[in-house]
């Protein structure tokens, strides 16, 4: 089975482009999450939709960032304009409601360096 | 300028021994607890779970034990092999809750 697929997986950028990250949930998942990790905070949860709507994004840290989640199996993650201290892994992860909520599957993550 | 890290515990086993990675929450509301195993350039890869209204579960050699009084969390890894060491993480959701809270990680380094 195709897991959690992300795209790219690496990106550096210079300060102030655009970023978008990309994310396609395993099929048939109706949650998705999107996650960032660093060495300082470990893994923080950026935002969590529910059948295509956001639920909670009180983890974006900032209006920089954004996320979209148009159809069922994509969701976009942008942040403009970027800065050095976005640099971090970013994971996505889908849950199956079939399973229950909480069990998450995580992506391969994208490594953003921002110069 | 220097930058600081956060610097993960690290447990070191020889090939074949047991280990046991320990993690501590501290809120009692938590109702659903889940170990994940990272390694490196992946992303974290759900290992197993419990329930808070059970205090042992056992998965291919691995068993999570569950203390709610002292609110302690441990993963046991059976005959550890090479291929176990990665990062290890404990997560928890609150009752209703959605948000795996992750704590920061142990280390398993696995030697010959």
């Known amino acids: 089975d195709a897991g959690v697929i992300q795209s790219p997986r690496h990106e550096v950028t210079e300060m102030g482009q655009e970023v978008t990250l990309r994310c396609k949930p395993i099929s048939g998942h109706n949650s998705l999450f999107w996650y960032r990790q660093t060495m300082m905070r470990g893994l923080e949860l950026l935002i969590y939709?529910?059948?295509?709507?956001?639920?909670?994004d009180s983890g974006m840290p900032e209006d920089r960032f954004s996320a979209k989640m148009p159809n069922a199996s994509f969701s976009t993650l942008k942040i403009q304009p970027s800065e050095p201290r976005d640099s971090a892994v970013y994971f996505c992860?889908?849950?199956?409601?079939?399973?229950?909520?909480?069990?998450?599957?995580f992506g391969p993550g994208t490594r953003l360096l921002v110069l | 300028g220097e930058s600081v890290g956060l610097h993960l515990p690290t447990l070191s086993v020889q090939e074949g021994d047991n280990s046991i990675i320990n993690c501590a929450y501290s809120?009692?509301?938590?109702?659903?607890f889940i170990w994940y195993k990272q390694e490196s350039g992946k992303g974290p890869q759900f290992i197993i779970d419990i329930r808070s209204n059970m205090d042992k579960r056992q998965g291919q050699r691995v068993t999570v034990l569950l203390n709610k009084t002292v609110k302690h969390l441990s993963l046991q890894i059976a005959a550890t092999q090479p291929g176990d060491s990665a990062v290890y993480f404990c997560a928890e959701i609150l009752r209703d809750g959605y948000a795996l809270n992750f704590g920061k990680g142990t280390s398993l380094l696995v030697t010959p």
């Open positions: 992860a889908s849950s199956n409601p079939g399973q229950g909520l909480e069990t998450q599957y």
């Open positions: 939709f529910n059948n295509n709507v956001p639920i909670d």
């Open positions: 809120n009692s509301a938590s109702d659903y």
